[in-house]
Nanobody, 126 residues
Framework: QSQLVESGGGLVQPGGSLRLSCAGS?????????VGWFRQAPGKEREGVCR????????HYVDSVKGRFTVSRDNAKKMVYLDMSSLKPEDTAIYYC??????????????????WGQGTQVTVSS
């Protein structure tokens, strides 16, 4: 059973917006960990998208999503959000959230994340 659960995926037209959510299970203290969002497009390797620090005071994005995606968190609710706007067909992928105890000033490699959700599908198409 995953300690993290993503939701909010779906079908959206190019240029549209979507909000993904990542929730920690009752037993998992998501508020103790940095959280990253990753995505895997069909036929491609999983790639990091962004990361938010434990406090939410530091965020990091890969170049392809800068200015379009915003990661935030509400530690009281044990939730992390990914707001995506100006979506493009190339954003189509399964999106995963993952938690890490390692401090980093970048998104980091997926090997640095210890807990993963099962993913939510985002499809950008007209």
């Amino acid at each position: 059973q995953s300690q993290l659960v993503e939701s909010g995926g779906g079908l959206v037209q190019p240029g549209g917006s979507l909000r993904l959510s990542c929730a920690g299970s009752d037993e998992f203290r998501l508020d103790y960990y940095a959280v990253g969002w990753f995505r895997q497009a069909p036929g491609k390797e999983r790639e990091g998208v962004c990361r938010i620090s434990v406090s939410g005071g530091a965020t990091h994005y890969v170049d392809s999503v800068k200015g379009r995606f915003t990661v935030s968190r509400d530690n009281a609710k044990k939730m992390v959000y990914l707001d995506m706007s100006s979506l493009k067909p190339e954003d189509t992928a399964i999106y995963y959230c993952a938690a890490s105890w390692r401090p980093r000033s970048e998104v980091g490699d997926e090997s640095e994340y210890d807990w993963w959700g099962q993913g939510t599908q985002v499809t950008v198409s007209s």
